[in-house]
Each structure stands twice: as structure tokens, then as C-alpha cells.
């Protein structure tokens, strides 16, 4: 760290405070301990206040830990306590990698020694990636109490989190690292009788570099005191027994979906067939006229106004015949006309198409076939008269189509581009979503014979890539992945390689989370953003993002949900949580499924807790009144022939009692069918 200074931020976690800044003390109090004892080593740049809000924190944290230049040390203030509101340790604990519970201990120690009431506060410290991460309480003479505490210590702690070698730093042992710190051992009389070559049980998190000398190696903490393992080949022993993660609302869950999608990006594509459910990303210009010629709009005669400016009325000798079809036509002289179909080209020279019916048929040649001379009873023929100019429909340069419109299956807007013969488009690429089920016990949904004790025929996936397709995205089959170690690490990482976006499903119940978070977290480094939702169903619907390096070395981030095993819980969240995400980076807007108001016909029980998403049939009412709506019936999440005839999702909000009649929000999923 030679010359450079460590980089701190502060988040201020105060509703109060983030209504109105000025009532904040702690920010210029914390500055201040950086100043006073930080021995010139930190640069405080960021400091920031929230609300007592999951996630607003997390957004903070990430932001400056997960980021191209992450700091070196994140500390909030406040939201540790035991009130309901007081949500920073649940937000915090999620997001870090390494917990650092001595620490904890030494800030919990410090204040301690001042008041019993310290052991009141639930503070949290951990490296997340490489910044180091300490929640103080909210008060400020608090905050400043333990910050004090610790300080001095953590230059050392940031920079072997930033991914120093730890050897260099040892160098002196222990009392090295002490007197450059500014602090002294408690037990500095038997530290000093060891040497530069520390041997008791100080422990940095170093494993190698120090020649032996560690003779009973014992840990600092208790196991009780521990985080959980989030180790893949740890045993059901070590599995967390509830949920980690902190409950997401709905809301809340839909904007970290939104924040972590990637932009979408752009291709030029031919315009053929495959182009139906893209998004323009540019305008398109015509390159050519509709009409391309001047064609006629009626049946009748082309004619020529002679130089005198004034046509004649008369008999006429019909010298050309023109028509709607390719090919050459003669030109056509004064004193002439020529005979023309609807649609056909004016012949060149002509000026105007004088209509069948205002003509006498004179002769016809000497075989009867063709005519020969036509009276034409019009004298008032002017110049222009029954034609369609060239680009009178759309000229050449006209923008005909914006960025951000939709080729959609109705077809007009492909008619439109073939018209003016669009030969490639801009659009903005379409995800390719991949979907695999997860679990031993799963068979294909196909297998014949009869099921075995617990076996399971797999109805997720065919469901979940039928919905997919449906909405216009490719979708792709990545099978069914067994519970054996390394299985499903090796199926994701081949996916990545063709697919944006994973859908695993079957794999989010407690215990099985144990696989999927360690193969995400760990072996591809990608971050789990939500766990848990406030929902029903779908509670379990997890969202991760994993950093994706091609080949090429082009760079990427791909999203995975897990969706609920239960059919009915997976085919809701699909709806609820991918679709919107996979609009986003297909540049389709508005995203999600189509909010509507409908009546609800019968009644629906609210869930006490968790707001509802309930299967329902919308239809149109006879009488044009607008939608009704009715419940397809029970609702269990394993229940999926709830699911037949449902075109909506119907949004129950949690309460107490029932809904009963009345006007409810509802998301339309398929077609709407007329009564
Ligand atoms: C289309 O035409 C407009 C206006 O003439 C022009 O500004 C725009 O750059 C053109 N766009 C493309 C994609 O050629």
C-alpha cells in the first residue's frame, strides 16, 4: 500500500436521516476518527444514507464492493438493534464471503467495558469480494466507540482482503504488525521472549510462509459461533437449517431484476421470418418508393396531353396495352392512347388514365381480338388524373419504422418492411433462455413404464420451455441434472457458453439450495441478489447473476433463476420475474405481463402474510362492460392443473378474511377468450 491510500465509505442506515440529511451527527463524527487516528492511511470519499431498507443497503454495498474500483472498507451506522425496522445485519450478513467474527468481537468488547447495553446491538463484519465490511450502531458516541476500537487494525485486514501477498506483510511478525498499527499486545511480555517469528495463536489467515513453529493449531472462535458453510462438499450436517436470505417484496425483488439486467444489445439481422417478436434498435429508412412507378388506379386508357396543354375528346388509336405485370412498355406519342389494368405502369409519355366507362369501344383489329380505336367521351382530362405517383405511399428516405417498435406477430409491421424491400435491420438481440430441472429423483416426463418409489416425472421443464416459446424467445433444453457433486457445476458452465439467461427449477427448496448457492457463489463467482420473496406462491424464487468471459474474451453477465420445484409456483414466477427480465434485454417495452382491472366473480381467502398471485380465467364480457374474472381453483403451488384455461394471474394483496366480488388487479398471461 506504499504511497496509496486506502479508500473508505460510510452508509449512514437512518430513516429520519434519509428524509432529512441534516439531522445525520454520525457522518462528520466517523470522518472525524478517520482523521484523528487513521495515521493518514484512509481516503473517506463516499458516504451515503439510507433508509432501513434490504435494499437499499445491499445496492450501496454491492455498488462499492462488486463494482470496477471497490473500496477498500465499507462501514454502516445504525439499523443493528432489535427493532422490527432495524434490518442492516440481515441485509449485510447475505452479501459477505468471509465473516470476520473477531472483529464483531472486538467492537462488542469495546463498547462493553462502557455499557452492558452494548450486547443490545447485533453488528456484523466480513471481507465481501475484497472490501472489508463493519456495521456500527446507529448512535453516534456508539458508532464512534467502536470504530475507535478497531481502526488501527484494519489497514492490514484491507489490504490482505484487496489480494496482497500476505508473506511481505509478516515480515516481523506479529510486533511488526503491531507497532505499525499503533497498537500493543496484551500479552506483550511472552510475544516479545517468541521472536520475529510469532508463535502463538494470533490468527491473520495466513497458510503458508511461516517455517512450522504452529504446534496445536486452535481457532479463535467456537463452532456455535460460526456462519454456516457454504462449502459444496460440506454434509447435510452443515446445511443452513433456514433460510439465509433476507424476504424480498415483490416490488423490491422486480427492481433488482431490472438493475442487474444487462442493457440490451444490438445485431443486424436480414429480414426474413425470423425477425417476427425482435425490437428495431434503429430506425429503418426506406431504400425505395411504394409506388415504385406511376401506375394507374382504374381500368381504362392511358393518354397523353398534347403541347397545347388541352386534351381533346374523340376517337383514339389504341397503340400499347399495359399490364400489372414486369416488363417493358413502349412509350407513348401524341395522338395516341394505350390500354391499362388497375395497378399497371403508365407507359412513358403518358400523363393520365381516362376510365373505362367514360368510353365507346370504335374498332377492333381485323381478328376480333384486340381493340383498335376507343372514343374517349371525356374533354376535361387533366394531367396526373387516375395515377398513383411514384412514392405516394412511402418515398425513398421515409422513416418508416422507429427504434423501439415492435415486429410483432399480427404481421403488418414485416408487411411494411417487405414492402419497401428492407434487406437487414437493426434490432436489439433476443436471449436465448436455458432450462434444466434439477434432482435424482426427476424423470422425463416421457419415460415409459410406471414410476418407481419416488420418482418423479418431470413436468417443469416441458412447461416452463412451452411458456418460453411461447413468448417468443428461443428456448433451450438443458435436461435433467443429477444431485451429484460436480454435475450440476458442469451443466451450467457448458450452458453459459450458448444461453443468456439459466432456468433451473426443482432446486430452491431448503437443502438443495446447499448445491445451487455454493456452484454459484463459489465455483462461478457469480452473486445471489434474492433468495427469498414475499409471495404466494414462488417464495423460494432465487435470481443470480454470474460474470461470463468467452472465449473470444468478450464479456457478459448472465442472469439464473431458480425457480420453485412445485409446477404451479414455477410457471407463476416465470411469468412474474423472467419474462420482464428477458423483455428488458430484448428492448420490448413495457415489460412483464399487461395489468388490467377485472371484476372478481365468487370470492377468493387472502393469505395472512404474503400477497397471492391466483390462477384465474379473464374473459371479455358480453355486454362490453369490461373483464371478469374467476378463480380456476385450488391453489396449491404442487397444483398445476390450476393452471388449466388460466389466461391471468389475479393480485390477492395479503389480509385478513376473503375478497369477495369486487375489483381486483390482475396480470394477463395468454389470450383472452370472449364469452
Ligand atoms: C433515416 O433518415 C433520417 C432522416 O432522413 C436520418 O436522420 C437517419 O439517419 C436515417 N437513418 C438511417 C438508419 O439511415
Known amino acids: 500500500m506504499s504511497g496509496t491510500r486506502l479508500k473508505a465509505a460510510i452508509l449512514i442506515v437512518s430513516q429520519t436521516a434519509s428524509e432529512d440529511p441534516s ?50 472498507l465499507i462501514i454502516t451506522s445504525g439499523g443493528t438493534g432489535f427493532a422490527v425496522k432495524d434490518v442492516t445485519p440481515e441485509a449485510v450478513t447475505p452479501l459477505i464471503d468471509r465473516h470476520a467474527p473477531g472483529l464483531v468481537h472486538g467492537m462488542l468488547a469495546s463498547s462493553y467495558s462502557v455499557t452492558p447495553f452494548a450486547l443490545m446491538s447485533r453488528p456484523v463484519a466480513g471481507v465481501r469480494k475484497s472490501t472489508l465490511i463493519l456495521t456500527l450502531p446507529g448512535s453516534p458516541k456508539g458508532a464512534k466507540e467502536n470504530l475507535e476500537a478497531v481502526l488501527k487494525l484494519l489497514p492490514h485486514a484491507c489490504v490482505q482482503a484487496a489480494g496482497a501477498e500476505s508473506r511481505p506483510l509478516h515480515v516481523g511478525g506479529v510486533k511488526k504488525l503491531e507497532a505499525d498499527a499503533g497498537v500493543s499486545s496484551t500479552s506483550s511480555s511472552s510475544g516479545a521472549s517468541r521472536g520475529p517469528h510469532h508463535h502463538h495463536h494470533h490468527d491473520h489467515g495466513h497458510s503458508h510462509g511461516h517455517g512450522g513453529g504452529h504446534a496445536i493449531p486452535r481457532a479463535h472462535t467456537k463452532p456455535e459461533d460460526r456462519p454456516q458453510s457454504n462449502d459444496p462438499n460440506a454434509g447435510p450436517t452443515r446445511r443452513y437449517r433456514s433460510s439465509p436470505y433476507p424476504m424480498l417484496a415483490v416490488e423490491d425483488a422486480l427492481k433488482l431484476i431490472a438493475e442487474q439486467t444487462p442493457s440490451p444489445t444490438v445485431q443486424k439481422v436480414p429480414v426474413d421470418m425470423s425477425l417476427t417478436g425482435s425490437v428495431l434498435a434503429e430506425d429503418v429508412n426506406a431504400t425505395e418508393s411504394v409506388p415504385a412507378f406511376r401506375a394507374s388506379i382504374v381500368d381504362g386508357y392511358a393518354v397523353k396531353i398534347p403541347s397545347t396543354g388541352k386534351f381533346r375528346k374523340g376517337v383514339y388509336p389504341v397503340a400499347l396495352v399495359s399490364h400489372a405485370q ?21 407507359p412513358p409519355g403518358a400523363d393520365a388514365v381516362v376510365m373505362v366507362e367514360d368510353t365507346v369501344l370504335r374498332s377492333q383489329t381485323d381478328d376480333g381480338k384486340e381493340e383498335k380505336e376507343i372514343e374517349i367521351l371525356a374533354d376535361d382530362v387533366q394531367a396526373g388524373e387516375n395515377v398513383r405517383e411514384v412514392g405516394s405511399d412511402v418515398k425513398a428516405g421515409d422513416t418508416i419504422m422507429r427504434k423501439g417498435e415492435g415486429i410483432t406477430v399480427v404481421g403488418g409491421e414485416f408487411g411494411l418492411l417487405a414492402s419497401v424491400g428492407t434487406a437487414e435491420v437493426s434490432i436489439y438481440k433476443r436471449p436465448v433462455v436455458g432450462v434444466l430441472s434439477t434432482g435424482d429423483e426427476i424423470i422425463p416426463h416421457d419415460r415409459p413404464g410406471p414410476l418407481k418409489l419416488g420418482e418423479v416425472r418431470d413436468t417443469n421443464r416441458p412447461a416452463l420451455l412451452t411458456s418460453i416459446r411461447g413468448h417468443g424467445f428461443e428456448a433451450i433444453d438443458l435436461g435433467i441434472v443429477s444431485d451429484k457433486p460436480g454435475a450440476l457445476e458442469q451443466t451450467l458452465r457448458t450452458a453459459l457458453r450458448t444461453v443468456d439467461v ?35 406462491p414462488g417464495k423460494p424464487t432465487t435470481f443470480a447473476t454470474i460474470p461470463y468471459k468467452s472465449s473470444a474474451g468478450a464479456r457478459a453477465t448472465k442472469a439464473i433463476f431458480s425457480l420453485p420445484g412445485n409446477p404451479a409456483s414455477a410457471v407463476v414466477t416465470f411469468h412474474l420475474f423472467v419474462l420482464p427480465a428477458l423483455h428488458l434485454q430484448a428492448g420490448i417495452s413495457p415489460v412483464g405481463l399487461p395489468r388490467v382491472r377485472v371484476k372478481l366473480e365468487g370470492s377468493v381467502r387472502m393469505d395472512r402474510q404474503r400477497p ?39 393480485c390477492i394483496p395479503a389480509g385478513e378474511g376473503s375478497v369477495e366480488g369486487g375489483v381486483v388487479e390482475a396480470l394477463l398471461m395468454g389470450r383472452s377468450r370472449l364469452r
Not at 484512509?42 to 462499492?64: C, G, K, M
Not at 414486369?326 to 403508365?346: F, H, M, S, Y
Open 326 to 346: 414486369a416488363g417493358d412498355v413502349q412509350e407513348l406519342k401524341e395522338g395516341e392512347i394505350a390500354r391499362i389494368t388497375t395497378g399497371a405502369p403508365l
Open 612 to 650: 397471492e398471485y391466483h390462477r384465474a380465467v379473464v374473459v371479455a364480457r358480453g355486454d362490453g362492460e369490461g373483464l371478469v374474472a374467476s378463480s380456476t381453483g385450488g391453489q396449491r403451488s404442487s397444483r398445476i392443473g390450476s393452471f388449466k384455461g388460466a389466461n391471468a394471474l389475479l
Open 23 to 72: 439531522t445525520d451527527k454520525c457522518i462528520p463524527i466517523l470522518k472525524e476518527v478517520f482523521t484523528n487516528l487513521g495515521n493518514d492511511q484512509w481516503d473517506v470519499a463516499i458516504s451515503e444514507i439510507v433508509p432501513d431498507s434490504i435494499l437499499h443497503i445491499q445496492n450501496f454495498i454491492r455498488t462499492h464492493t462488486d463494482g470496477e474500483t471497490p473500496v477498500n
Open 502 to 536: 439459466i432456468i433451473t427449477s426443482g432446486g430452491v427448496s431448503m437443502g438443495e439450495l446447499d448445491l445451487l448457492k455454493p456452484t454459484i457463489e463459489r465455483s462461478l463467482g457469480g452473486t445471489i441478489h434474492f433468495g427469498r420473496v414475499n409471495m404466494k
